[in-house]
């Protein structure tokens, strides 16, 4: 069934976009520019779309960051180091994010005649982010099928909510998914900072999966440390 996949450019997204496109359903890409902290992720998107022979859109929603302010995603508030299931990642945050911008998806598929919207929500999320739980996922599906009753049912499709970051991985390389082609890291530096929360849960997918990465970081070593403080 024709699929628009919400793609921010990240690890998962992409797996997501590759797998959709290896089933043959991939009928588009959306990405959206929120007013998150950088743009970078936002080139990854577009090259993945271009890689895949997708549509891409952009979705701009520049001017929403500053009304949901005091995310360390979208202000000035300082991105916070360790393990991504620690309690300091709380004020990455972004309040009703989701929920924004699984509406505007919504509302694009079911313009074009496209029968499902794919989003990369999984479980390494469930500690921080409650628009990425099973719980949400479910009640905001039941919320567009009254919201667009009578008009055409747009699937939600969420393969990874109940799947670890580490199995993604493993998809991904069995998809072959050029990895060092996606954008994780909260910093817009040159290379992945190695010490956010994002990161760190990414260093620790590709060892868990025993796949190598190819990500390059400045501090590729400081993920052991984060797991260790954890424990």
Same mark, same amino acid.
């Given at each position: 069934?024709?699929?628009?996949?919400?793609?921010?450019?990240? #690890?998962?997204?992409v797996?997501?976009a590759e797998?959709?496109? @290896?089933? /043959?359903?991939?009928? /588009? #890409?959306?990405?959206?520019d929120?007013?998150?902290? +950088?743009r970078?992720?936002?080139?990854? $998107? %577009?090259?993945?779309?271009?890689?895949?022979?997708a549509?891409?859109?952009?979705?701009?929603?520049?001017?929403?960051?500053?009304h949901?302010?005091?995310?360390?995603?979208?202000d000035?508030?300082?991105? !916070?180091?360790? +393990?991504y299931?620690?309690?300091?990642?709380a004020?990455?945050?972004? !309040?009703?994010?989701?929920?924004?911008?699984?509406?505007? @998806? =919504?509302g694009m $598929?079911? *313009?074009?005649?496209?029968?499902?919207v *794919?989003?990369?929500? +999984?479980g390494?999320?469930?500690?921080?982010?409650?628009?990425?739980?099973?719980g =949400?996922?479910? *009640?905001?599906?039941e919320m567009?099928? %009254?919201?667009?009753?009578? #008009?055409?049912?747009? &699937?939600?499709?969420?393969?990874?909510v109940?799947?670890?970051?580490?199995?993604?991985?493993?998809?991904g390389?069995?998809?072959?998914?050029? =990895?060092?082609?996606?954008?994780?890291?909260y910093?817009?530096?040159?290379?992945?900072c190695?010490?956010c /929360?994002?990161?760190?849960? %990414?260093?620790?997918?590709?060892h868990l999966?025993g796949?190598?990465?190819?990500?390059?970081?400045?501090?590729p070593?400081?993920?052991?440390? &984060?797991?260790?403080? %954890? &424990?």
């Open positions: 069934m024709p699929t628009l996949v919400v793609c921010s450019g990240g #690890l998962d997204s797996t997501l797998m959709v496109a @290896a089933e /043959g359903d991939l009928a /588009g #890409l959306v990405t959206f929120y007013g998150q902290r +950088h970078k992720e936002l080139d990854f $998107a %577009r090259r993945a779309a271009e890689r895949l022979g549509s891409h859109d952009v979705v701009d929603l520049a001017a929403l960051g500053r949901l302010s005091g995310s360390a995603l979208t000035t508030v300082d991105v !916070p180091e360790g +393990h299931a620690a309690e300091n990642m004020v990455t945050v972004v !309040p009703n994010r989701n929920a924004i911008l699984f509406t505007i @998806a =919504f $598929a079911n *313009a074009r005649g496209w029968d499902r *794919a989003a990369a929500v +999984h390494g999320d469930h500690f921080v982010y409650p628009d990425c739980r099973p =949400f996922v479910t *009640a905001f599906a567009e099928n %009254r919201a667009l009753e009578g #008009l055409g049912e747009v &699937a939600f499709h969420t393969p990874f109940e799947r670890s970051k580490a199995e993604i991985v493993a998809e390389a069995r998809l072959g998914v050029p =990895f060092a082609e996606t954008w994780s890291c910093q817009g530096r040159e290379l992945h190695g010490r /929360g994002t990161c760190v849960e %990414r260093r620790e997918a590709f999966a796949v190598t990465d190819p990500t390059r970081y400045a501090d070593d400081y993920w052991r440390q &984060a797991l260790r403080e %954890r &424990a």
